[in-house]
């Protein structure tokens, strides 16, 4: 029951990134820049980030470590769908763990981020048998320009993008 929900939501929301991606852009946010840029402010024993991005924007590249022990450019995965899903603790992967293969059937390339590091993240995948990359963002800092991180709280929050084939966000 919990794999079909998730892989219907997962369904619905690339059915409507794909949709977005046929139409232009009707009212909705202001027009923006194709890259975004994050706002930064000093704050006394750390700097937080924070950024927003929109439909139609170019998905700002970043290269983390992956669960298998390589890096992984963003820029690399061009050319496929890719849905990001981001984690505040992962554990929250198992939610779309099921739900993979029929995603990758469907030419869709998931990509868990996390904060957690490589090899917590490699023991994790090989333990609960996660086959799909899960990608190491320790310092916050990517979750962070996509919105997804909560500097007071020191955590990521739990998010998804579908970047299309030409790296624009399709949905959030």
């Known amino acids: 029951m919990r794999r079909m929900f998730a892989l219907s939501a997962v369904i619905l929301c690339l059915g409507w990134a794909w949709a977005s991606a046929q139409e232009p852009a009707k009212g909705g946010a202001p ?18 980030m924070s950024g927003q991005i929109y439909v139609g924007e170019l998905a ?20 496929e769908w890719v849905l990001l899903h981001f984690v505040p603790d992962r554990r929250d992967f198992a939610i779309l763990g099921e739900a993979q293969p029929d995603l990758a059937r469907m030419g869709v390339t998931l990509v868990g981020v996390c904060k957690d590091n490589p090899q917590s993240l490699r023991s994790y995948a090989q333990r609960e048998g996660v086959s799909y ?31 299309d084939r030409s790296g624009r966000c399709g949905w959030r």
């Open 31 to 48: 027009p923006r820049s194709s890259q975004s840029t994050p706002t930064t402010e000093l704050s006394l024993p750390q700097l937080k």
């Open 133 to 163: 990359e899960l990608l190491a963002d320790a310092t916050g800092e990517i979750s962070a320009v996509y919105g997804l991180y909560d500097a007071a709280a020191s955590a990521s929050r739990s998010g998804f993008l579908v970047v």
């Open 60 to 79: 700002p590249d970043f290269a983390l470590t992956s669960s298998t022990g390589r890096e992984l450019a963003l820029s690399r995965l061009r050319g």
